[in-house]
Each structure stands twice: as structure tokens, then as C-alpha cells.
């Protein structure tokens, strides 16, 4: 199907998707066995979301894509102009299939292709984003448990590649379950500073030095991340990248995550102790709303509102 035939047939009831220059139901995606991604996990990987139906940040997520292509050697300037006009068109086809007021994650994946070619593999598709697990998240927080498993350090690859090569996140949420089951990985750098938790961005705050993010080069670059920085700048709090270890992250006034599905939220403990004031804290509470206003909806409210549907 192409996305001509698409646009012309919104009656459609099947989740659609993008694969290699073609519209298919989602559930065709696939993968050859001989595909370099599936072969060596060199697959670079993009998520985003929509609020109120519409993708979020979709230049500056296109544009770390591009960056990371780049890692791989794989020419983007053609490329992804159409990746990003099919992602518009599949979310407004699959946000349709949706219930009233509820929104989509999209993920897009390319891959070097499969040995016998130099074409790369492209899937771009839709998911639902997990209401009930950020509606808990919001509510009362999440718990950390600091791993043995360490950050990738930037002499294996870019800090800014976003890639689907997880298996120190894989093993390191792995590992923080088997000592609290309902506890995600926080990752150290080689160096023991703190990192980054499993697929998301962490920050402190204090309300004497402001919010404080590990340094650049020892974390993915998250847009939501990006995000807030500029929040706090609207805020008239102070904002800064600089080392910090676990014990400094549980002296902190409050301590808080972000990722593109959940945007913002707070960590309640981390290693069994209490992290500053857990989902109550002023900072992240304020943090959300000003979220909230930026994208046109209350998420806190969005998640919960769901929840209980």
C-alpha cells in the first residue's frame, strides 16, 4: 500500500506500518535472518510519542537519528525525509484506531541491511505507551537499585548513538530484580559517578545548587532531557551537567527520571533507602506541569484518567 492509497482509505481498521519504502499491516514487519541488525544488533533505534495525536520533538528526534546513521556510515539525507513523512501518516492512521484521548509511541529502527546488500532495512511502527505503569510511576515513584553493570563507555561507541545493542540495560534490570522486584537499574560510568537508569535519563535536585544531570559525554543526549533543561530555564532554576556518585544521589533533595513515554517522574528510593521526597517533591510536581503546558495536556492526569477507563 502506498501512502497515497492510505491517506484515501482512513476506514482502514488494521494497525499499519513502514518497511523499506512500503505501508504494511504492522503485524507483516519482519526481519531476514542475514539482516546485519539481527545478525550483529547494529540496529539504531528512535522512539517517540504523540500528545493529543501528535508526535512530539519529531525534528530533534530525526535529528539524533541522523547522527547516529552517521556512527554507522549509513547516508540519511534521502533516507529520512520519507521515514519522517511515513511516521507522520502512520500515527495519523493508527491514532485513529485508538480510544478518546489516548496516544501512541512510535518507534523507528534501520539496520545496515542484510549482508548480500548495501540497502538498509527501515521499520517504523506504532505501540501503546503503558498508562498503568506510568500512572503508578506518577503516583508513587520508582525504585533504583545501583548495578554492577556499567554505562558503555564513549571508546565503544558515541554517547550519542542510540542503538537497540542492550544487553548491559537487559542484564542490569535483570540483576536489580532479582535484589527488588519491582526495581529498575541505575548504571554507573567507568569511573563509578552515576550514569543513567535503564532507558532513561536521571537528574537531581537540590534546591541550593538546582537540577544536575551526569555530564554529556556519559549519557544518551535524551530530548526529554533537553526538554527539561530549557523548563527549568522558564522555572528560574539552575541547571548543569556535572559528576555526582550514588551517595551524593541519595543526599539529594529529590531525584527524578525522564524518558519519551512518561516525560517526568520521580524516584522514590534507591539501593532500599528513601530518595528525597519521592512523587511529592515540588521540583518534579513542577517540572510536570510545565510539561504538561508545553505539550497542551495534563500527562499526570492523561495516565490516570486511562488507568481507570
Same mark, same amino acid.
Given at each position: 500500500?502506498?501512502?497515497?492509497?492510505?491517506?484515501? /482509505?482512513?476506514?482502514?481498521?488494521?494497525?499499519?506500518?513502514?518497511?523499506?519504502?512500503?505501508?504494511?499491516?504492522? *503485524?507483516?514487519?519482519?526481519?531476514?535472518?542475514?539482516?546485519?541488525?539481527?545478525?550483529?544488533?547494529?540496529?539504531?533505534?528512535?522512539? &517517540?510519542?504523540?500528545? *493529543?495525536?501528535?508526535?512530539?520533538? =519529531?525534528?530533534?528526534?530525526? !535529528?539524533?537519528?541522523?547522527?547516529?546513521?552517521?556512527?554507522?556510515?549509513? %547516508?540519511? !539525507?534521502?533516507?529520512?525525509?520519507?521515514?519522517?513523512?511515513?511516521?507522520?501518516?502512520?500515527?495519523?492512521?493508527?491514532?485513529?484506531?485508538?480510544?478518546?484521548?489516548?496516544?501512541?509511541?512510535?518507534?523507528? &529502527?534501520?539496520?545496515? *541491511?542484510?549482508?548480500?546488500?548495501?540497502?538498509?532495512?527501515?521499520?517504523?511502527? %506504532?505501540?501503546?505507551?503503558?498508562? !498503568?505503569?506510568?500512572?503508578?510511576?506518577?503516583?508513587?515513584? =520508582?525504585?533504583? $537499585?545501583?548495578?554492577?553493570?556499567?554505562?558503555?563507555?564513549?571508546?565503544?561507541?558515541?554517547?550519542?548513538?542510540?542503538?537497540?545493542?542492550?544487553?548491559?540495560?537487559?542484564?542490569? /534490570?535483570?540483576?536489580?530484580?532479582?535484589?527488588?522486584?519491582?526495581?529498575?537499574?541505575?548504571?554507573?560510568?567507568?569511573?563509578?559517578?552515576?550514569?543513567?537508569?535503564?532507558?532513561?535519563?536521571?537528574?537531581?535536585?537540590?534546591?541550593? =545548587?538546582?537540577?544536575?544531570?551526569?555530564?554529556?559525554?556519559?549519557? &544518551?543526549?535524551?530530548?526529554?532531557?533537553?526538554?527539561?533543561?530549557?523548563?527549568?530555564?522558564?522555572?528560574? =532554576?539552575?541547571? $548543569?551537567?556535572?559528576?555526582?556518585?550514588?551517595?551524593?544521589?541519595?543526599?539529594? /533533595?529529590?531525584?527524578?527520571?525522564?524518558? %519519551?513515554?512518561?516525560?517526568?517522574?520521580?524516584?522514590?528510593?534507591?539501593?532500599?533507602?528513601?530518595? *528525597?521526597?519521592?512523587?511529592?517533591?515540588?521540583?518534579?510536581?513542577?517540572?510536570?506541569?510545565?510539561?504538561? /503546558?508545553?505539550?497542551?495536556?495534563?500527562?499526570? !492526569?492523561?495516565?490516570?484518567?486511562? %488507568?481507570?477507563?
Amino acid at each position: 500500500m502506498s501512502l497515497r492509497q492510505l491517506n484515501s /482509505d482512513r476506514s482502514n481498521p488494521t494497525p499499519i506500518a513502514w518497511f523499506n519504502d512500503d505501508i504494511v499491516p504492522q *503485524g507483516q514487519l519482519r526481519i531476514e535472518l542475514d539482516d546485519i541488525g539481527f545478525v550483529m544488533g547494529t540496529t539504531i533505534s528512535e522512539r &517517540l510519542r504523540t500528545f *493529543g495525536g501528535q508526535l512530539f520533538q =519529531v525534528d530533534e528526534h530525526f !535529528a539524533r537519528l541522523a547522527l547516529s546513521l552517521e556512527s554507522l556510515g549509513i %547516508t540519511s !539525507a534521502e533516507l529520512l525525509p520519507r521515514v519522517q513523512a511515513a511516521a507522520v501518516d502512520i500515527v495519523a492512521h493508527n491514532i485513529a484506531l485508538c480510544g478518546m484521548g489516548s496516544d501512541l509511541g512510535l518507534a523507528v &529502527l534501520i539496520t545496515p *541491511g542484510r549482508a548480500a546488500t548495501s540497502e538498509p532495512t527501515v521499520l517504523v511502527y %506504532t505501540s501503546a505507551l503503558p498508562f !498503568a505503569e506510568m500512572h503508578s510511576w506518577y503516583s508513587s515513584g =520508582v525504585s533504583l $537499585q545501583v548495578s554492577s553493570h556499567r554505562q558503555v563507555p564513549e571508546n565503544c561507541w558515541p554517547s550519542h548513538l542510540k542503538c537497540r545493542s542492550r544487553m548491559h540495560y537487559y542484564l542490569a /534490570d535483570q540483576e536489580a530484580r532479582s535484589k527488588q522486584s519491582d526495581a529498575r537499574a541505575l548504571l554507573l560510568d567507568q569511573h563509578g559517578n552515576v550514569a543513567e537508569a535503564s532507558t532513561a535519563n536521571l537528574l537531581i535536585f537540590n534546591k541550593d =545548587v538546582g537540577l544536575v544531570s551526569p555530564r554529556k559525554e556519559n549519557i &544518551l543526549p535524551g530530548i526529554s532531557l533537553t526538554v527539561l533543561e530549557n523548563l527549568a530555564a522558564q522555572l528560574g =532554576v539552575d541547571f $548543569q551537567y556535572a559528576d555526582f556518585s550514588a551517595a551524593d544521589l541519595l543526599e539529594a /533533595d529529590e531525584v527524578m527520571l525522564c524518558s %519519551t513515554s512518561p516525560s517526568v517522574w520521580a524516584v522514590c528510593e534507591c539501593n532500599g533507602q528513601v530518595c *528525597g521526597a519521592g512523587a511529592n517533591g515540588e521540583m518534579v510536581r513542577a517540572l510536570q506541569r510545565e510539561f504538561s /503546558d508545553l505539550v497542551g495536556l495534563d500527562i499526570v !492526569a492523561q495516565a490516570a484518567e486511562l %488507568t481507570a477507563r
